[in-house]
């Protein structure tokens, strides 16, 4: 198993509070990845980053930013929480050779009230 | 428009039997990857099988394959002799390069299997 875990795995928090979400990975691998996962929705990207202090934006990057000062850790802030960022928040990793596949951390489930 | 677009939202299958799970992509690129990811119920997301869009062939690992018609833009999950342990949510996936290789992934069909 890609060694990725994330912190904190369940959190409750209230709205307009700002919530840090980490994802460290030891694998040295060079694409970290945020998504958010809502029935109906599958799994969506908030953002990604390509190298160390190298992020983009993904389809949902509204309300959340991210900060990439080491290759093994990745951090999602929710500036000020809202309900609608009541989710499941999965990191990725991969790395840019062959398939480039994806592996995921075990999930954060984030309550936001 | 939806990247990638699966029509089942739940499926049942016989143990034993095999199941095919559609899943169709819409790209302009002609560099591009598919994938297929498992989902089971404690929660965690496990890779299964890659499709590049210049392989001539039908990836296959182990009971998975994937059909891939490139004309119908269609990357079709075939899992044979089912087990109960199949029982999961499965995504389809596609990497686009000119996206800057991002990852794009349908709702999910859920997949029972009966004993």
């Known amino acids: 198993d890609a060694g990725i875990t994330q912190s904190p795995r369940h959190k409750v928090t209230e709205t307009g509070t700002p919530v840090t979400l980490r994802c460290h990975q030891t694998e040295n691998h060079r694409y970290m990845y945020w998504y958010r996962q809502d029935p109906g929705h599958g799994l969506r990207l908030i953002h990604y980053s390509y190298g160390v202090k190298d992020t983009d934006k993904g389809e949902v990057s509204d309300g959340y930013s991210v900060s990439r000062s080491k290759t093994e850790d990745f951090l999602l802030t929710l500036e000020s929480a809202t309900s609608s960022q009541t989710s499941v928040y999965f990191c990725a990793i991969s790395e840019p050779k062959g398939a480039y596949e994806q592996f995921f951390g075990p999930g954060t489930r984030l309550t936001v009230l | 428009a939806q990247k990638i677009t699966q029509t089942q939202p739940g499926m049942f299958v016989q143990e034993k039997e095999a199941v095919t799970l559609d899943c169709t992509y819409d790209t302009s690129d002609q560099s591009y990857g598919l994938f297929w990811y498992k989902q089971p119920s404690s929660g965690e997301m496990i890779f299964l099988i890659y499709q590049g869009s210049y392989d001539e062939q039908n990836a296959t690992e182990g009971r998975y394959s994937l059909n891939f018609q490139k004309a119908r833009k269609s990357a079709n999950l075939v899992i044979s002799a089912s087990q109960l342990g199949d029982s999961a949510m499965y995504f389809c996936?596609?990497?686009?390069?000119?996206?800057?290789?991002?990852?794009?992934f349908g709702t999910g069909t859920s997949l029972t299997v009966i004993p």
């Open positions: 996936a596609m990497r686009e390069v000119n996206t800057g290789n991002q990852f794009y």
